[in-house]
């Protein structure tokens, strides 16, 4: 499965890419600078991420309920719903509903889930054309990559590299102002929208006692593939479900400050099934496929808050790592401090349970997260449960460091042994402690430990 | 649940809710953000705003938004608005929706001189057209205003269009989107869509620069009514 370079090469790479480099520090300091003036907006801002966290907590606990009541309402407003234990269920189900449906042409706006189960890789395989709406996710579809953060998918590339890429795309020269290339992505999505057989959403949260879906973006794309297509299919991750609109308001009041620094996204879309027989517009068919996809194998584990995530991305925005590597070289679907969490939980096959590594434990991200997952801490738990999987030679070195500082007696030799020699990584060191040296500043020691002047008679 | 589901079902739901109830009884000891724990975590957000006077609230966030505001509070106001929409020369046609204040509205417009036809087929309006509607409600902190599926017809009248004029009744005017969630809940609005909509469309996915117009309009007018 991994024919890719370390995470350490992956790493060093984008951290020596002075393009993204600027791209990123561009994009962090413009969310961080915005995100206080949002919060200020809220009396406590403390108390709302502590109730926050507790309906998500509270929700997690009473999945069962939330799902069953969420299932029933759909069904009772004339609607679809798919159980999908794999991404491959959910990616089956919705295959199945574009043949049924002699679909041949699919709008979708932007979903992580969807990314998750690769849905469009699959669904181009078998020969359906799939166009991503939100403009940052389309950039990065027609550029054949992935996106490199859970909000702005595109935010890895200048304008220059993204006139670049909507160029070939049209038949006449781009200028490459913000505005033009927004004008030129607006004409040619709206007529992928108007050709569209299907819309696919991803669902920010369910609604259980309403059976509703709520949708935010920007761009108001969301609006038009559920809008314009004569079916909508909308796939949730099992978690993100509230139990009423008294829920939602607290999440919704908090989503959109965490993710953009915006006191309520541009469009809120809250859509309860397919359009009345009193309605001139809608789809026919709207489809709810609710995904498990490893989730509740998280669940009831030490690491089942991390399912109380709602999406924001503030932990990547205010990461060191994220901000010096940017989301491609975590080489997952998720990226930053939360994708670090959930790729080796979520898919532990993958090749990529080193990414824990990828955090210098500073607990910016616990800090800043709207429903205060303790990121830091499931970091380090995974970090320990990778070394439970260490090989013998790193085992036998901890064993002897242990050994070694445990009696007063031997941790006095290693400091006068290492007092002898200068510094650590002047040292001929074999391997992985070279790695570890390389790049680090030696520490000076004293001649004299601290431990010998005490000693030293004081007149 | 009373009624027979109407939808269709697929999958093992006993299954996968047996799975996830197994998962979810087992106890964990979460980690815990320290705040004074309330009866009722949904008790709600407060906010700093002053939502005292709704309609100046909800007019300089509609402006913070982007959105361009007429608050008339009286007939001649009104006219003078009307005026001067009905005098935007980028604007050939207002299409305007089948909802009592919008008609009322274009009525006036077309007095004014406009050309107004009313919409038939919402999928018809295109990326040039200008449109008129009612809001089923605004909202005073955000500068919001709701538009719903049940009331409207369509879900697709703020979407398609390039410029998008908005009708909002002041007694309609709400504190928080709290009201507007509740009320759908509620059902106040029958209808399968409700649109929360703050501003024209926007994106900042090229150089996080803001621009407008991606998707949904490009400018969005709206109209207080506050006339007694």
């Given at each position: 499965?991994?024919?890719?370079?370390?995470?350490?090469?992956?790493?060093?790479?984008?951290?020596?890419?002075?393009?993204?480099?600027?791209?990123?520090?561009?994009?962090?300091?413009?969310?961080?600078?915005?995100?206080?003036?949002?919060?200020?907006?809220?009396?406590?801002?403390?108390?709302?991420?502590?109730?926050?966290?507790?309906?998500?907590?509270?929700?997690?606990?009473?999945?069962?309920?939330?799902?069953?009541?969420?299932?029933?309402?759909?069904?009772?407003?004339?609607?679809?719903?798919?159980?999908?234990?794999?991404?491959?269920?959910?990616?089956?189900?919705?295959?199945?509903?574009?043949?049924?449906?002699?679909?041949?042409?699919?709008?979708?706006?932007?979903?992580?889930?969807?990314?998750?189960?690769?849905?469009?890789?699959?669904?181009?395989?078998?020969?359906?054309?799939?166009?991503?709406?939100?403009?940052?996710?389309?950039?990065?579809?027609?550029?054949?990559?992935?996106?490199?953060?859970?909000?702005?998918?595109?935010?890895?590339?200048?304008?220059?590299?993204?006139?670049?890429?909507?160029?070939?795309?049209?038949?006449?020269?781009?200028?490459?102002?913000?505005?033009?290339?927004?004008?030129?992505?607006?004409?040619?999505?709206?007529?992928?929208?108007?050709?569209?057989?299907?819309?696919?959403?991803?669902?920010?949260?369910?609604?259980?006692?309403?059976?509703?879906?709520?949708?935010?973006?920007?761009?108001?794309?969301?609006?038009?593939?559920?809008g314009l297509p004569k079916v909508h299919i909308a796939l949730m991750g099992m978690e993100r479900i509230v139990e009423s609109w008294r829920e939602l308001d607290v999440m919704m009041s908090l989503l959109p400050r965490a993710a953009t620094g915006q006191s309520i996204s541009t469009y809120v879309d809250w859509v309860t099934g397919a359009r009345?027989?009193?309605?001139?517009?809608?789809?026919?068919?709207?489809?709810?496929?609710?995904?498990?996809?490893?989730?509740?194998?998280?669940?009831?584990?030490?690491?089942?808050?991390?399912?109380?995530?709602?999406?924001?991305?503030?932990?990547?925005?205010?990461?060191?790592?994220?901000?010096?590597?940017?989301?491609?070289?975590?080489?997952?679907?998720?990226?930053?401090?939360?994708?670090?969490?959930?790729?080796?939980?979520?898919?532990?096959?993958?090749?990529?349970?080193?990414?824990?590594?990828?955090?210098?434990?500073?607990?910016?991200?616990?800090?800043?997260?709207?429903?205060?997952?303790?990121?830091?801490?499931?970091?380090?738990?995974?970090?320990?449960?990778?070394?439970?999987?260490?090989?013998?030679?790193?085992?036998?070195?901890?064993?002897?460091?242990?050994?070694?500082?445990?009696?007063?007696?031997?941790?006095?030799?290693?400091?006068?042994?290492?007092?002898?020699?200068?510094?650590?990584?002047?040292?001929?060191?074999?391997?992985?402690?070279?790695?570890?040296?390389?790049?680090?500043?030696?520490?000076?020691?004293?001649?004299?430990?601290?431990?010998?002047?005490?000693?030293?008679?004081?007149? | 649940?009373?009624?027979?589901?109407?939808?269709?079902?697929?999958?093992?739901?006993?299954?996968?809710?047996?799975?996830?109830?197994?998962?979810?009884?087992?106890?964990?000891?979460?980690?815990?953000?320290?705040?004074?724990?309330?009866?009722?975590?949904?008790?709600?957000?407060?906010?700093?705003?002053?939502?005292?006077?709704?309609?100046?609230?909800?007019?300089?966030?509609?402006?913070?938004?982007?959105?361009?505001?007429?608050?008339?509070?009286?007939?001649?106001?009104?006219?003078?608005?009307?005026?001067?929409?009905?005098?935007?020369?980028?604007?050939?046609?207002?299409?305007?929706?089948?909802?009592?204040?919008?008609?009322e509205f274009g009525n006036l417009l077309e007095q004014a001189g406009a050309t107004v036809r009313p919409i038939t087929e919402p999928r018809q309006l295109t990326q040039r057209d200008t449109v008129v509607t009612t809001a089923v409600a605004g909202v005073a902190l955000t500068g919001s205003i709701a538009l719903s599926s049940g009331a409207s017809?369509?879900?697709?009248?703020?979407?398609?269009?390039?410029?998008?004029?908005?009708?909002?009744?002041?007694?309609?005017?709400?504190?928080?989107?709290?009201?507007?969630?509740?009320?759908?809940?509620?059902?106040?609005?029958?209808?399968?869509?409700?649109?929360?909509?703050?501003?024209?469309?926007?994106?900042?996915?090229?150089?996080?620069?803001?621009?407008?117009?991606?998707?949904?309009?490009?400018?969005?007018?709206?109209?207080?009514?506050?006339?007694?």
């Amino acid at each position: 499965m991994t024919d890719r370079p370390s995470l350490r090469a992956r790493a060093a790479a984008a951290a020596d890419d002075g393009g993204l480099r600027s791209n990123l520090h561009r994009a962090v300091t413009h969310r961080e600078a915005r995100r206080p003036e949002a919060y200020a907006e809220l009396t406590d801002a403390n108390e709302a991420h502590g109730a926050a966290q507790r309906i998500r907590l509270d929700t997690l606990r009473n999945l069962p309920a939330l799902l069953g009541t969420m299932a029933d309402n759909v069904l009772a407003a004339g609607g679809y719903v798919h159980w999908a234990d794999t991404g491959d269920s959910a990616v089956d189900y919705v295959e199945s509903v574009l043949r049924r449906r002699n679909a041949t042409n699919i709008v979708k706006a932007k979903s992580m889930l969807t990314e998750e189960i690769h849905l469009n890789a699959r669904l181009e395989q078998a020969g359906f054309e799939v166009t991503e709406t939100d403009l940052g996710e389309w950039i990065v579809q027609l550029a054949g990559q992935a996106p490199s953060h859970i909000v702005a998918p595109a935010v890895h590339l200048n304008r220059a590299e993204i006139a670049d890429i909507l160029g070939k795309e049209s038949a006449e020269p781009l200028a490459g102002d913000v505005t033009s290339l927004t004008q030129f992505a607006r004409s040619r999505l709206r007529e992928a929208f108007l050709d569209a057989d299907v819309g696919i959403t991803g669902v920010n949260f369910a609604v259980a006692e309403s059976g509703a879906v709520v949708i935010v973006t920007n761009e108001g794309n969301a609006g038009l593939t559920i809008g314009l297509p004569k079916v909508h299919i909308a796939l949730m991750g099992m978690e993100r479900i509230v139990e009423s609109w008294r829920e939602l308001d607290v999440m919704m009041s908090l989503l959109p400050r965490a993710a953009t620094g915006q006191s309520i996204s541009t469009y809120v879309d809250w859509v309860t099934g397919a359009r009345r027989d009193s309605e001139h517009d809608g789809p026919e068919e709207f489809h709810l496929v609710i995904v498990d996809n490893g989730r509740s194998d998280i669940l009831g584990s030490e690491y089942d808050q991390v399912l109380t995530c709602i999406r924001c991305g503030a932990c990547s925005n205010v990461c060191p790592v994220y901000s010096t590597i940017g989301g491609h070289a975590y080489g997952s679907v998720y990226t930053g401090p939360i994708g670090a969490v959930l790729t080796p939980l979520l898919s532990p096959d993958a090749g990529l349970n080193d990414l824990a590594n990828a955090s210098s434990l500073c607990g910016a991200c616990w800090e800043t997260c709207p429903v205060g997952i303790p990121l830091h801490d499931l970091l380090l738990e995974l970090r320990y449960r990778e070394s439970a999987a260490a090989g013998p030679t790193e085992r036998a070195a901890w064993r002897l460091w242990s050994t070694m500082w445990s009696k007063p007696s031997r941790y006095r030799s290693s400091l006068s042994t290492a007092a002898r020699f200068g510094s650590v990584s002047s040292l001929p060191l074999p391997g992985p402690i070279k790695r570890w040296a390389t790049g680090r500043t030696p520490i000076p020691v004293a001649n004299k430990s601290l431990r010998k002047l005490w000693k030293r008679p004081r007149s | 649940m009373t009624a027979p589901p109407s939808g269709r079902e697929s999958g093992d739901r006993s299954s996968f809710l047996a799975k996830v109830e197994h998962r979810a009884s087992l106890p964990t000891t979460p980690h815990l953000i320290h705040v004074a724990e309330k009866d009722d975590p949904a008790g709600g957000v407060a906010y700093t705003a002053d939502l005292s006077d709704l309609v100046a609230t909800f007019t300089a966030a509609a402006r913070e938004h982007k959105s361009v505001v007429y608050v008339v509070h009286n007939d001649a106001e009104h006219l003078a608005a009307v005026l001067d929409i009905a005098s935007d020369s980028d604007v050939e046609e207002f299409f305007v929706s089948d909802e009592a204040e919008a008609r009322e509205f274009g009525n006036l417009l077309e007095q004014a001189g406009a050309t107004v036809r009313p919409i038939t087929e919402p999928r018809q309006l295109t990326q040039r057209d200008t449109v008129v509607t009612t809001a089923v409600a605004g909202v005073a902190l955000t500068g919001s205003i709701a538009l719903s599926s049940g009331a409207s017809g369509s879900r697709l009248l703020t979407s398609l269009p390039k410029s998008h004029i908005a009708i909002v009744p002041a007694a309609s005017i709400v504190p928080t989107p709290r009201d507007i969630y509740q009320g759908f809940a509620e059902e106040r609005w029958l209808g399968s869509a409700l649109i929360i909509a703050t501003g024209p469309s926007r994106t900042g996915d090229i150089e996080m620069q803001l621009a407008f117009g991606v998707h949904g309009p490009g400018q969005v007018v709206i109209v207080v009514d506050a006339r007694p």
